[in-house]
């Protein structure tokens, strides 16, 4: 399984990214899909997940102003990131799990910068 993210940049606060994560295969489908995020001297955090039918869930501090979604026919992960802030700057990874729902395969993280 392969992940590659892409999309990341400088923007300033208030601005918005849309960040991509193509997936090898058509493992998209069937899986639970998550992005990740983590800012320097902190652990990596869950940002959002959606699963193979469309259920999405979201860390508090990200709702309302992000959103994850998926293309199927694509085999890409999308994550469109709007009303940014400073403190949302970290780098991003892109996440499927295996079988079940954490984690087990991970991209190889994009850095977003939120300037204020």
């Known amino acids: 399984v392969q992940l590659q993210a892409s999309g990341g940049g400088l923007v300033q606060a208030g601005g918005y990214l849309r960040l991509s994560c193509a997936a090898s295969?058509?493992?998209?489908?069937?899986?639970?899909m998550h992005w990740y995020r983590q800012a320097p001297g902190k652990q990596r955090e869950s940002v959002a997940t959606i699963t193979s039918t469309g259920t999405t869930t979201y860390a508090d501090f990200v709702k309302g102003r992000f959103t994850i979604s998926g293309d199927n026919a694509k085999n890409t992960l999308y994550l469109q990131m709007d009303s940014l802030k400073p403190e949302d700057t970290a780098v991003y990874y892109c996440?499927?799990?295996?079988?079940?729902?954490?984690?087990?395969?991970w991209g190889q993280g994009t850095q977003v910068t939120v300037s204020s």
């Open positions: 295969g058509s493992i998209f489908s069937r899986r639970v």
């Open positions: 996440a499927a799990a295996k079988g079940g729902w954490y984690p087990n395969y």
